[in-house]
């Protein structure tokens, strides 16, 4: 099994207490709500939504994949820190055993900074390609964009 990391980082002027809740704890209500294009909804199949728990994001027909399960590993609300395990889905095709991702948002003067690591773990001798890593950087960072958007103009929202 092979092993490629990558870590991304930005910085952002929302605080971690509400881009944490908004990216992580209520991302299963706002995702859908805020990209209706892409995200059909996101159901809890397994838990309470806490360490443990399994959740299925279901894409819309305009998506390239019809859905994904994301198991949840750590989740550490005082530091603002998610790690899950992308676990099944059309994503990872028939190349990638799973996605780990730790997601951390720290504070920073002007807001915070959003560190974001991923870990594909594939199959055989199979490599990811550049071009797949940087669909994945690009749409992490579209989706991060519109929830930072939105709280932007909503202040008071998960204040």
């Not at 930005?10 to 299963?28: G, H, K, Q, Y």
């Not at 209706?36 to 159901?43: G, L, N, T």
């Not at 994301?70 to 603002?80: A, C, Y």
Request: glycine share 6%.
């Amino acid at each position: 099994m092979g092993v490629t990391k990558i870590t991304q980082e930005f910085a952002s002027p929302v605080a971690p207490t509400r881009a944490f809740r908004a990216l992580i704890l209520e991302s299963n209500t706002l995702m859908p709500k805020l990209l209706p294009q892409f995200i059909k909804s996101v159901d809890l199949l397994q838990g309470d939504g806490g360490v443990g728990s399994i959740e299925q994001v279901n894409f819309t027909e305009s998506s390239h994949f019809k859905y994904m399960k994301n198991r949840i590993d750590e989740l550490d609300k005082e530091n603002f820190v998610c790690k899950y395990t992308m676990v099944e889905g059309d994503a990872l095709a028939d190349k990638i055993e799973s996605i780990a991702y730790e997601i951390k948002f720290e504070k920073s003067d002007d807001g915070c900074v959003c560190k974001m690591t991923s870990e594909y773990h594939t199959f055989g001798g199979y490599e990811v390609k550049e071009e797949e890593v940087k669909a994945g950087k690009e749409s992490a960072m579209a989706i991060y964009k519109v929830v930072e958007a939105y709280l932007l103009q909503n202040p008071n929202v998960y204040a």
